[in-house]
């Protein structure tokens, strides 16, 4: 005979059926918002591949027709193409004007420190260190710095290979934070054939572009309001089967503390 179930068992049980219902909608409701973070994840992924690849392309169709038009559409700069429904805007980069660290010679780079306010000794001791520093043999130059330099302070040997970005210039022996903070604004290692040299005899106005180097900004505006962009440099003509070759991409960007007087 079964036992009639008393009130003190019945407020149990539905105090039960309460505490398991609130416990699955927790979890339910956990599952639903990591689903949703997956998901929105999972989007700006696709948004961030999908932008890549447009200014990309961009950078290839403008590319493509700088090789083609030469300096007639070299001096067209900027315009605005449409790749499917993203209007990508191609101009000259800023990397264009300034001076590529894998480029400068010891004149150039000693002089650019100079204005900076350091001394010349100063000045070309941090200039033959670059120039070390990306060679690719380990002959230490007059003021410059090889392996043995480097391990006297327990730092890392040059690459001897072209710098990758402005941030790599602050592993050289001599610059220090406050030095790369100065440089930053004023070298690229991604820089354009600069106009002197773009308008001398060897890139007469009249004359193709071979042998010319020039560095490209392609940018977009999301939908979210973000604005994306990707400095490509490209070597023109360097080969008869190739109209032109990509040497580089990148932002060529470097977030550095504030550049203090000496």
């Not at 010891?106 to 100079?114: N, T, V, Y």
């Amino acid at each position: 005979m079964k036992r009639a179930m008393s009130g003190d068992d019945r407020g149990s049980a539905l105090i039960f059926v309460l505490w398991t219902s609130g416990l699955l909608a927790a979890l339910l409701l956990a599952v639903t918002a990591l689903v949703h973070v997956h998901m929105r994840t999972a989007s700006a992924a696709r948004g961030e591949l999908t932008a890549n690849s447009v200014l990309r392309s961009a950078l290839e169709v403008a590319a493509f027709d700088i090789a083609t038009g030469g300096r007639t559409q070299l001096a067209s700069l900027p315009t605005t193409l449409q790749m499917g429904e993203h209007a990508v805007t191609v101009r000259l980069a800023q990397a264009q004007h300034l001076l590529d660290v894998n480029m400068a010679d010891q004149q150039q780079l000693s002089a650019l420190f100079e204005q900076l306010g350091e001394s010349e000794p100063a000045a070309a001791r941090l200039a033959d260190e670059i120039l070390d520093w990306r060679d690719s043999d380990d002959r230490v130059r007059a003021l410059g710095a090889e392996a043995t330099e480097y391990a006297a302070r327990g730092e890392e040997a040059p690459q001897n290979r072209p710098f990758v970005s402005i941030e790599e210039v602050g592993a050289v022996l001599s610059v220090t934070p406050r030095r790369l903070a100065c440089l930053a604004p004023f070298v690229t290692v991604l820089g354009g054939t600069p106009p002197p040299a773009r308008d001398s005899g060897r890139f007469a106005a009249t004359s193709e572009i071979e042998g010319m180097r020039v560095a490209l900004e392609a940018s977009l505006t999301l939908p979210s309001g973000h604005r994306r962009s990707m400095v490509g440099l490209a070597a023109f003509r360097v080969r008869p089967d190739s109209p032109y070759q990509w040497i580089a991409f990148g932002e060529d960007s470097l977030q550095t503390e504030r550049c203090t007087p000496r």
